[in-house]
């Protein structure tokens, strides 16, 4: 299959194979970015730690080109796990949420936060930004293991599509919002100039 940027079911292929993990170790902000760039030809199929060696396979597969070991300069591939936020230390910043790509925090201003394991993607994206260092990341447990990969990425897929309409919906309005009042300042200043 040629690798074309003009063939966007090639991206879409290539997304699929991807595990939505949406960590951007790859050095791409997600898995469609990265996907983009195969596609584009400007990044290799051994990027993805957390696709492994099986992701490496499946990309060669689709593209028919040959199969090499994971880039290690991108990181390790792990055991699958989620994150888990030590409550009593939490002071209820709410900085992982705002950075969790698949909405997997519970929590409001001022109150303790939780995360919704079944949801987590593993990226450990909310590790960093947290103050207090109250997240830790824990073996996947027994529900979340019964998912196969294929599965989880479907899943993980959906949650972060749906966070990203979110949050293009929410600068919208932001953005009406500020027209708005723009508005009606100017209205006022004409009113006043008269
Ligand atoms: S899961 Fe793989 S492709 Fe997706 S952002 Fe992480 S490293 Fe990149
Ligand atoms: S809870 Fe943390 S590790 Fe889990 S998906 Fe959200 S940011 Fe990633
Ligand atoms: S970043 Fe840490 S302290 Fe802040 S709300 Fe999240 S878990 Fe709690």
């Known amino acids: 299959m040629p690798v074309s ?5 090639l991206i879409d292929q290539i997304n699929a ?3 939505q993990t949406q960590c951007g170790q790859c ?3 997600g898995c ?6 195969i596609a584009f030809g400007s990044a ?4 993805c730690p957390p696709g492994g060696d099986e992701g490496i396979r499946d990309l060669a597969a689709l593209l028919n080109v040959p199969c090499k ?8 591939h792990k055991p699958a796990s989620v994150a888990f936020i030590i409550e009593q230390d939490c002071i209820g910043c709410v900085k992982c949420i705002a950075v969790c790509p698949v909405d997997a925090i519970l929590g409001a201003a001022k109150f303790m936060h939780t995360v919704i394991a079944a949801e987590c993607t593993g990226c450990e994206l909310c590790i960093a930004p947290c103050p207090v260092d109250c ?3 824990q073996a996947v447990p ?3 293991a019964e998912l196969n990969q294929a599965q989880k990425s479907a899943q993980f897929k959906r949650r972060y599509d749906a966070r990203c309409l979110r949050k293009q919906k929410q600068e919208v309005e932001k953005a009406e919002r500020a027209q708005k009042k723009k508005q009606a300042l100017l209205k006022q200043l004409g009113k006043a100039g008269r």
């Open 17 to 19: 194979l991807l595990p």
């Open 69 to 76: 070991p994971l880039n290690t300069e991108f990181g390790v």
């Open 5 to 9: 940027p003009e063939n966007p079911t």
């Open 44 to 47: 290799d199929i051994n990027q």
């Open 27 to 29: 050095s791409f902000q």
């Open 142 to 144: 027994g529900n979340a």
């Open 32 to 37: 469609r970015p990265y996907a983009e760039a």
């Open 135 to 137: 997240i830790v990341m």
